[in-house]
Every structure is written in structure tokens, then in C-alpha cells.
């Protein structure tokens, strides 16, 4: 079963640090791209950023609300993703959730989700 | 960026109703475009791709259409289970951005 588990949310200060991390499973992780996707309390979906797969070079994008802020890595030895949050401001704060990307027609659509883990920064 | 808009916000339906939500993106991003429905407290969950193709395993119940800067998200025979917020995202180009939801409520 293809299966992805973030976990690391909690609550943390204005300008404080936090690493999410999400575990993957059934299903080769190596070979895909990984996406964070985050949605504030009652609001909408907020795309943060992708890492690309190591035949990319482990490259990665992210949003402007984030760049400069917070950092995607990964490691495949462990089919894992990480999303380290740094200088966290209260507006942060969201349910934030890995996605698997999977390529078609040269592009990458997010087809599974995790559940999500929760990130509340405030004083 | 890619604005992607979303209309209605929300709607009423009743069970049976055929329903359809549209998106407009704000330039050119081919057949690059999903749907999601997300239930309350729970993840989005991936219900078409590549504008029209229907993810393994969800019902034929839902179909999209589209290319360019239109597209349309349709459901028929509206039944109890589904009952949710829908959202599109465009991944032509980053950032990936999404629609602003479109909530279906009952009638």
C-alpha cells in the first residue's frame, strides 16, 4: 500500500525553527518527486515547494512566501522528506502535508497524499 | 504566477444533481491542470489529472474537461459521500498554485 506519514508538527514561537519530516512507503521513492503542500486554518491549499529526484540532481522550488526561509531535502536511503522551517512567523501556521508527484506528459501531478501534521506558531 | 480561479465559491445541491464547478487559469497551461476533493479534517485526495484523466480507483461519476485556460470539473449523480470542498491546481509551470475551493454543500 502506498502510504506517506508526516510527523514533527508542534507549537513553536515567532522566529523560531522546526523539521517535519514524512515517511514513504509501497513504493519507489527514489524515482519520484515530493511535494509540500500547507493550508491555514480554514483557508485554501498553499503549494511550498518540491524536491526533484536524484536524476535531477535533488534539485528543488519553493514558494515565495517561504524562499529563503525554509529548505526541502530528502533521503532516499530512508524514503524519506524533510522540510526544515526556519524564522517561522505566525502566518506559517497549517496543517502541512507531503505529496507524491508523479510524472505525465512531461510535468508532475500530486496523485497521494499524507495526512498531514500540524504546525502552530505563536507566542 | 498562475491565478487560478474558481467558480462558484460554493454551491447547494441535492442527491442525484448533476454539478458543474469551472476553472479559469490566468494564461496558457495546456491539459496541466487536477482536481481535488477534500472532506472536512481530512487530505486532499487526487481525483483527476492531465485535465481529463480519472485517478485509479475514483468513480467515473467524475470527469474534466478542458485545455488552455478553461476547464470544468463534473459530477453526476450526486450522492451523500460527495459532499466536500473541490480544488484545481495548475502544475504547468511553478509555482504550482491552486483554485480557491469550491465548497458543495446540501440542499
Known amino acids: 500500500e502506498v502510504q506517506l506519514v508526516e510527523s514533527g508538527g508542534d507549537l513553536v514561537q515567532p522566529g523560531g525553527s522546526l523539521r517535519l519530516s514524512c515517511a514513504a512507503s509501497g513504493f519507489t521513492f527514489s524515482d519520484l518527486y515530493m511535494d509540500w503542500v500547507r493550508q491555514a486554518p480554514g483557508k485554501g491549499l498553499e503549494w511550498v515547494g518540491r524536491s526533484r529526484n536524484k536524476v535531477n540532481r535533488y534539485t528543488t522550488e519553493y514558494a515565495a512566501s517561504v524562499k529563503g526561509r525554509f529548505t526541502i531535502s530528502r533521503d532516499d536511503s530512508k524514503n524519506s522528506l524533510y522540510l526544515q522551517m526556519n524564522s517561522l512567523k505566525t502566518e506559517d501556521t497549517a496543517v502541512y502535508y507531503c505529496a507524491r508527484s508523479t510524472p505525465k506528459d512531461s510535468r508532475h501531478y500530486m496523485d497521494v497524499w499524507g495526512k498531514g501534521t500540524t504546525v502552530t506558531v505563536s507566542s | 504566477d498562475i491565478q487560478m480561479t474558481q467558480s462558484p465559491s460554493s454551491l447547494s445541491a441535492s442527491v442525484g444533481d448533476r454539478v458543474t464547478i469551472t476553472c479559469r487559469a490566468s494564461?496558457?497551461?495546456?491539459?496541466?491542470l487536477a482536481w481535488f476533493q477534500q472532506k472536512p479534517g481530512k487530505a486532499p485526495k487526487s481525483l483527476i489529472y492531465?485535465?481529463?484523466s480519472l485517478q485509479s480507483g475514483v468513480p467515473s461519476k467524475f470527469s474534466g474537461s478542458g485545455s488552455g485556460t478553461d476547464f470544468t470539473l463534473t459530477i453526476s449523480g450526486l450522492q451523500p459521500e460527495d459532499f466536500a470542498t473541490y480544488y484545481c491546481q495548475q502544475y504547468n509551470s511553478y509555482p504550482v498554485t491552486f483554485g480557491g475551493g469550491t465548497k458543495v454543500e446540501i440542499k
Open positions: 492531465s485535465a481529463s
Open positions: 494564461q496558457d497551461i495546456s491539459i496541466h
